[in-house]
């Protein structure tokens, strides 16, 4: 079955950077557009940040455009999200995400707090 492991959030002050990655199993990850979402506590999950197949095609909010960069490994079947310059208002529980049809995949999320 499809699975969505999430690591790499924490603690770090305001400018600093993060590492995010999801590691997938259960599909042909290759084959699947991939995202990340965010959901800040009261707030409704919102897309950061999105990549094609092949990588070749990305996409961003425009919250994090300039700061945030999308990236994957197909041969090692890892969705990564490199966080620079964060804000406070960057905090929130980031999760992975694919879709097949109408069905949505998600993983556990990870949970990233800028705080000084």
């Known amino acids: 079955q499809v699975q969505l492991v999430e690591s790499g959030g924490g603690l770090v002050q305001p400018g600093g950077s993060l590492r995010l990655s999801c590691a997938a199993s259960?599909?042909?990850?290759?084959?699947?557009?991939m995202r990340w979402y965010r959901q800040a506590p009261e707030k409704e999950r919102e897309l950061v940040a999105a990549?094609?197949?092949?990588?070749?095609?990305?996409n961003y909010a425009e919250s994090v455009r300039g700061r945030f960069t999308i990236s994957r490994d197909n041969a090692k079947k890892m969705l990564y999200l490199q966080m620079n310059s964060l804000k406070p208002e960057d905090s929130a529980v980031y999760y992975c995400?694919?879709?097949?049809?109408?069905?949505?995949?998600w993983g556990q999320g990870t949970q990233v707090t800028v705080s000084s």
């Open positions: 990549i094609s197949r092949a990588g070749g095609s990305t």
């Open positions: 259960g599909f042909t990850f290759s084959s699947y557009d």
């Open positions: 995400n694919t879709w097949s049809g109408p069905t949505n995949y």
